[in-house]
């Protein structure tokens, strides 16, 4: 099982080895020579595990003393092992599953038994977020839920990022006059459970073997200076191998050189083997009377997350409905430790998170257009943009930062082109910190829940004509307030709590935005902020 105690004794045990040999090496010699000879020892108990030895570059190819310190703290600590061993133990029960054949047809991309604790795990992770709260130093109180859900981890954001951004790169392509097309890229049948020639991998080997096909594509087009943009999304077979679906954007000079390139890799490992010419690749131009190229890619997108959008469709491996097969591709990447999604030839998707984190203002021109792109989910405003305002993320960077002694680096803003001059405009100035939610913060929650849930009982139960689109019932589901908790907490004594002047009047605009942006809009709250003279932290 999952976390058992036989996994915590084993993890002890390998972790009290290693130590034996670090105090082994360091009784008998010093200095640096003394801190490699013992990561080597440790290393060969981490190599028997099957486990990759920590900051093993950083060690044995650049011989850094500090890297192998910290390796060596890791090595030697119970918990850093428990982490390793459940990895292990998760990839093992998964391939034996596949091995006696319970990841099939009836049971595509996982076995029941992933599918069930990837299941437990998610719904006893939102328990966890639902009795977690946040407080900032300003006294601001959020339950975790909420921040979480308002970015990427929740699943319908990440889709609609991931359908802005590839909008934005057929419109940059279509603007400079490249041409896409869509690239199916399969494994060769060795990695393929169903074949006779199935060496025992697994979905990561076959992930790997796919990664590096596509570092030599890429490789052999930057060697002929030929741009490469687009996208491409990781989607399992029934019998869990991994094949990928790629976007790509190229100028009509280069297509020719550029399909070339991807047939020449492609079938580079048993290229002629049966089947391979009809499964190994297949190309497919882009019509544009049929559809953009976001319309070829977006069901792709959409099936590897929440099936969102495809109600009544059916997925081609399983002919299951895309909707009751999502979960368990989702499931499937995470078992595997898979990413799934990824864009190539384009900038920096976190600036543009940061970049809409910004809510004072006005920044220098070369920012602001930046940011009203990335606030209007105008990708290709965002990359024009980016080519005036350079801009780049800016690190907090903090030495010994964790247990282990190592550099910690936490995002701190982003620095650009502003003026002419370098600057940095810092967008994560609060300091949050989690603690357990209270009896009162529960209830609070648990009634917020369920006027949203009785909002969307009462509108999914109206006619078509008159239902809220899904846009109009965003905006109008109940929004976590301070004022929801007990006085104690929503609307706290202080001397003006009985008058009714209008202070709000006598406030700064952008301070009332900056608070609204936590969620604090009740006029006690704001007050009581105010007379506690908390401060603000803006761009300058």
């Not at 080895?17 to 105090?23: D, G, R, T």
């Not at 703290?73 to 119970?78: E, F, K, N, S």
């Not at 989607?235 to 094949?243: C, F, M």
């Not at 009162?440 to 004509?465: C, S």
């Amino acid at each position: 099982h999952r976390k058992s105690t036989e996994l915590k004794i084993a993890s002890t045990q390998i972790a009290d080895s290693c130590m034996v040999q670090v105090k082994a090496i360091a009784a008998s010699t010093s200095g640096s020579i003394g801190y490699f000879d013992a990561y080597d020892a440790a290393a060969e108990i981490c190599k028997t595990w099957g486990v990759i030895p920590p900051h093993w570059n950083a060690v044995k190819r650049d011989q850094i003393e500090d890297a192998a310190e910290c390796a060596i703290l890791r090595m030697t600590c119970a918990k850093w092992w428990a982490r390793q061993l459940l990895k292990l133990r998760d990839q093992c029960c998964e391939h034996l599953c596949i091995v006696v054949g319970l990841v099939n047809q009836h049971s595509p991309f996982v076995s029941d038994e992933c599918f069930s604790e990837w299941t437990s795990q998610q719904r006893t992770a939102m328990q966890w977020l639902e009795s977690t709260m946040i407080e900032n130093e300003a006294g601001v109180i959020l339950p975790l839920i909420e921040a979480a859900m308002a970015g990427n981890a929740n699943p319908s954001n990440r889709l609609v990022e991931l359908i802005v951004r590839a909008r934005g790169l057929d419109e940059l392509a279509e603007e400079s006059g490249k041409i896409g097309f869509m690239v199916t890229l399969t494994c060769p049948s060795k990695f393929h459970m169903k074949s006779h020639k199935w060496d025992l991998n697994n979905a990561k080997t076959a992930q790997q073997y796919l990664v590096n096909v596509f570092a030599k594509i890429r490789a052999a087009l930057s060697y002929r200076n030929i741009p490469f943009t687009g996208c491409r999304v990781t989607e399992p077979h029934k019998d869990s191998t991994p094949h990928w679906h790629m976007l790509c954007m190229v100028k009509p000079e280069h297509e020719a050189a550029v399909k070339a390139i991807i047939k020449k890799y492609a079938y580079q490992v048993d290229g002629n083997e049966p089947g391979a010419k009809e499964h190994r690749l297949l190309i497919e131009a882009i019509d544009k009377q049929k559809g953009c190229a976001v319309g070829y890619i977006i069901k792709y997108l959409s099936k590897n997350i929440m099936g969102e959008h495809m109600q009544g469709e059916l997925d081609l491996e399983t002919g299951k409905p895309v909707n009751e097969v999502a979960p368990r591709a989702t499931a499937w990447a995470n078992r595997h430790r898979i990413r799934q999604f990824q864009f190539y030839g384009t900038s920096s998707v976190q600036v543009w998170r940061e970049l809409r984190r910004i809510k004072v203002g006005p920044q220098s021109p070369e920012i602001e257009v930046a940011k009203a792109a990335a606030c209007n989910s105008d990708w290709k405003g965002f990359e024009d943009a980016m080519r005036n305002a350079q801009l780049s993320l800016n690190y907090e960077v903090t030495p010994q930062g964790n247990e282990y002694g190592e550099v910690t680096k936490r995002v701190q803003g982003i620095s650009g082109i502003a003026f002419g001059e370098k600057r940095l405009i810092i967008t994560r100035g609060e300091r949050w910190k989690l603690r357990k939610a209270n009896d009162d913060e529960l209830e609070a929650y648990k009634t917020l829940k369920q006027r949203r849930k009785e909002l969307f009982t009462v509108n999914r139960a109206m006619n078509a004509e008159s239902r809220l689109s899904r846009k109009e019932l965003k905006d109008a589901m109940p929004k976590w307030s301070m004022a929801l908790l007990p006085s104690a907490f929503g609307s706290p004594w202080t001397c003006r709590n009985n008058c009714t002047d209008p202070v709000l009047e006598q406030v700064d605009d952008r301070i009332i935005r900056h608070l609204a942006q936590v969620g604090i809009t009740d006029p006690a709250n704001i007050e009581r902020l105010l007379f506690d003279g908390c401060r603000v932290m803006d761009a300058d």
